[in-house]
């Protein structure tokens, strides 16, 4: 699972309190991917790159 660093530059949370980062989106809907199929695997393939993009902050600004 990829959790919150202060380098990366998009977060979202997951309902049950994990925080994923990505440097791009593309990294974070990968790092959602993985938790999902780890910790969730019924919802591995529910959301895709739009709601996680929906999900996710700048951090820092970015």
Excluded: N, W
């Excluded at 980062?21 to 019924?42: I, N, V, W, Y």
């Amino acid at each position: 699972m990829t959790t919150f660093e202060e380098e990366h530059k998009r977060i979202a949370y997951c309902e049950c309190g994990a925080q994923l980062a990505g440097d791009s989106e593309r990294e974070l809907f990968d790092a959602t991917q993985r938790h999902l199929a780890h910790h969730h695997p019924q919802l591995l393939g529910a959301l895709g790159l739009d709601v996680v993009q929906q999900m996710a902050e700048d951090v820092r600004g970015h």
